[in-house]
């Protein structure tokens, strides 16, 4: 049974490696899109407003702060499992908190890669509290 917890923890260290390596990317695209909106509406651009509005998009867009929550409850989970016996509360615990970055990693998302991310760790997470359910 934890060997198959094991291995979904691993394909959650996936998923948190896919939106890493988009991030980069969508948050150029976010950056040309505002650029582009900014120019139509404007005419011309001013440097330091464009900075100011960049600043505040990435600070609702970036998801490095779920990351590396879902990369701490993944050791944790780790560790638990590791542990055994009774902790059936502890790993339902750790599914609340991996739900919880997963919704918010959904609800920041602008691309169809790291909207699939979401929805791939959702997916997981729910096969992995079933199965610390089946334990209990």
């Not at 590396?68 to 908190?97: C, N, P, S, W, Y």
């Amino acid at each position: 049974m934890s060997g198959s917890n094991f291995h979904t923890l691993d394909q959650i260290v996936e998923q948190v490696a896919i939106v890493r390596e988009h991030m980069p990317q969508v948050m150029q695209w976010q950056r040309d899109k505002l650029t582009n909106r900014l120019a139509e509406i404007t005419g011309e651009l001013d440097p330091a407003r464009m900075e100011q509005e960049m600043v505040l998009l990435a600070q609702k867009m970036d998801v490095a702060e779920e990351m590396d929550r879902l990369d701490a409850h993944v050791a944790e989970t780790r560790r638990i499992l590791k542990k055994g016996g009774a902790q059936g509360r502890r790993l339902d615990f750790m599914m609340q908190e991996f739900n919880r970055e997963s919704n918010t990693l959904a609800s920041k998302s602008i691309s169809a890669e790291v909207t699939a991310a979401a929805v791939e760790l959702k997916v997981l997470i729910e096969q992995m509290r079933e199965q610390i359910q089946n334990v209990e």
